[in-house]
């Protein structure tokens, strides 16, 4: 099977699949002309990856994931460890996107938005550039 097939039944870009391969995610053997030879094993693998990815895991929390998925005497709380501190991860950024919503429709509520000049928003930017603001700062850290 080819990597555009791969590619289609697992829903990973054949550029992704090149990238995994690269560092060492996935091993498709090679025929004699050195075209990639996907097994079955190798699509399991690609969708497990794509599934992992589209929940947000990092490449090394991937790794991890793969190898406890493959190893028959791993215990699930290793890979509980690695699903909680995504998921803590997940809360932190969560926090700040509502943090700097909250900051951010503060701003465009007080901005009139009409032909004048003067507008909070850009104010507010330009004091934390300055370093004399805070809101947007403290709402992204």
């Known amino acids: 099977m080819n990597i555009g097939d791969v590619a289609r039944q697992t829903g990973v870009p054949a550029k992704t699949i090149r990238y995994y391969e690269d560092i060492g995610l996935v091993k498709p053997l090679r025929s004699e002309n050195g075209y ?16 992992a990815r589209a929940l947000g895991f990092t490449i090394e929390d991937c790794r991890n994931l793969l190898a406890l998925y493959e190893d028959d005497s791993r215990e699930s709380a290793s890979v509980k460890r ?52 805070g809101s947007c700062h403290d709402a992204a850290e």
């Not at 990639?36 to 599934?51: E, S, T, Y």
Request: hydrophobic share 40%; charged share 30%; glycine share 8%.
């Open 82 to 133: 690695i699903a909680e501190d995504h998921l803590e991860r997940i809360d932190e950024k969560i926090a700040q996107l509502q943090s700097m919503r909250t900051t951010l429709s503060r701003l465009v509520k007080s901005c009139a938005g009409d032909h004048r000049p003067d507008c909070p928003i850009l104010d507010d930017l330009g004091a934390l550039a300055a370093g004399k603001g």
């Open 36 to 51: 990639r030879m996907f097994r079955d094993l190798d699509l399991h693998k690609l969708a497990f990856l794509g599934r």
